[in-house]
């Protein structure tokens, strides 16, 4: 393979997988034992959730994700790989990789890199596909953050419901024409 065809192929492994921030973060898997209609529907359920895959060449792969959070990849580029990635999150795509390992018993789960680290084969994409999405994160430190809140309202609130009852029931009393008894 000619200096510019390698050149052509490293550039548009830029311009398909690197988007502002560099490089995302990514799962490896191989296709190999996929048939051409099997990959078809894998690459259209996938579309749908915005996930993207991407054969690469293991050589030019390790030149240009030289340096990157990808570089983690490296161990495992032997023999057909391609490149999940896009949706929200690693794990996003990670969840849907493992669900689809039930349609396609071929496709291989190489490994997932999530912030720099590597989660290598099978059992480490079904570790990482069990991580919350940033979503999901962030809404369980909101619930954290509120909860305590929530329970010191309520704890506030108690006491002044007593008085606002015993208020209401004196109220009451005296609309009646009772007469309140005093208490010592």
Do not use: C
């Not at 029931?169 to 008894?181: M, Q, R, Y």
């Amino acid at each position: 393979m000619s200096k510019q065809v390698k050149d052509l192929i490293m550039r548009d492994y830029e311009s398909r997988i690197a988007t502002e921030d560099g490089y995302p973060d990514a799962t490896l898997i191989s296709i190999r034992g996929l048939k051409g209609q099997e990959t078809t529907k894998l690459r259209e359920g996938l579309r749908k959730k915005n996930i993207r895959i991407t054969v690469i060449r293991n050589n030019l792969a390790q030149q240009k994700f030289k340096g990157t959070n990808l570089d983690q990849f490296n161990s495992l580029l032997t023999g057909a790989n391609a490149l999940a990635y896009g949706g929200n999150s690693v794990v996003e795509v990670a969840r849907e990789l493992v669900d689809l390992i039930g349609t396609f018993p071929a496709l291989e789960l190489r490994g997932a890199v999530l912030d720099g680290e590597l989660f290598e084969g099978k059992k480490g994409v079904e570790e990482l596909s069990k991580f919350p999405t940033r979503e999901e994160a962030i809404g369980r430190v909101v619930t954290l953050i509120v909860s305590p809140g929530g329970k010191l309202v309520s704890q506030l609130k108690g006491p002044g419901a007593g008085i606002a009852g015993l208020i209401k029931a004196i109220e009451e009393k005296l609309e009646k024409g009772e007469a309140i008894a005093k208490t010592a």
